[in-house]
């Protein structure tokens, strides 16, 4: 059963807000998270410190990012994400989201 916890979050590259459905779109590995971005053009995997967030932006350019935990400002009804580790920005194609997934997906798991 899918939870109806829904949150609409920035990201960079997109002129409108993406909306996270949060139990659907947010997994704790990596392996789904480019289809689940395909399908709704954002995923997003928990790691034990931090998050990897994948997106497609309005000119269907495949976007990446690492969060840490700490940075994700919690609000009434959205989440805006900061990025403190500006590092881990990419924009590309679906390739190349496969190697920054093993690059930085080790990286939010450490303690």
Do not use: H
Request: aromatic share 10%.
């Amino acid at each position: 059963m899918v939870s109806d916890e829904i949150y609409e979050v920035e990201v960079s590259g997109c002129n409108t807000k993406k909306r996270v459905i949060f139990d659907l779109q947010v997994k704790d590995s990596i392996e789904q998270i480019i289809n689940i971005a395909e399908e709704y053009q954002l995923a997003m995997a928990q790691g034990l410190s931090g998050y990897v967030e994948v997106w497609i932006d309005d000119d269907k350019n495949y976007r990446c990012q690492a969060t840490d935990v700490k940075s994700i400002k919690k609000g009434t009804t959205t989440k805006g994400i900061q990025v403190k580790n500006k590092a881990s920005l990419q924009v590309g194609s679906k390739d190349d989201v496969n190697s920054w997934l093993q690059a930085w997906w080790p990286k939010v798991n450490q303690f």
